[in-house]
């Protein structure tokens, strides 16, 4: 399964585009790009084109790991919000996730309530954060 062009819009939307590596949050790591952290040292800098082409290849990983840990059984709406939940949590913090235990228990609508538990970085939580989880969870929860 692929991420949908709506997921692909969603999670540049929610990750933003930055052309020179900072820090996110207190703490936390580089980021550049679309929200990219392998690799990245202080001072890099990168074009919007070079950022694109990047996040395709990234989000196969994404993908691949949904497809995994799901064994293939999602709709596209579920696929699509994992894969944003992955791209923003991280593929193994995706894999221990209630979100993930509850969706492949096929109790989908504690998966959807689960999404609002990943909305804090550092232990704050973050208005962001709870907005995108909020709308992962709708999305989660829409047939396709």
Known sequence: MKASPRVISF???FEGFRAA???PVKDDKLTIGYGFTAGVKAGDTMTRAEADA???EELAKYEYAVELA???RCT???FDALVSLAYNIGIGALQKSTVL???NREDFAAAARAFALYNKSGGKVYPGLAKRRAAEAAMYLESS
Do not use: L
């Open 21 to 23: 590596a900072y820090v």
């Open 54 to 56: 990047r996040f395709i």
């Open 11 to 13: 999670i540049k939307g």
């Open 70 to 72: 799901t064994h293939e």
């Open 76 to 78: 596209q709406s579920q």
């Open 101 to 103: 235990k509850a969706h």
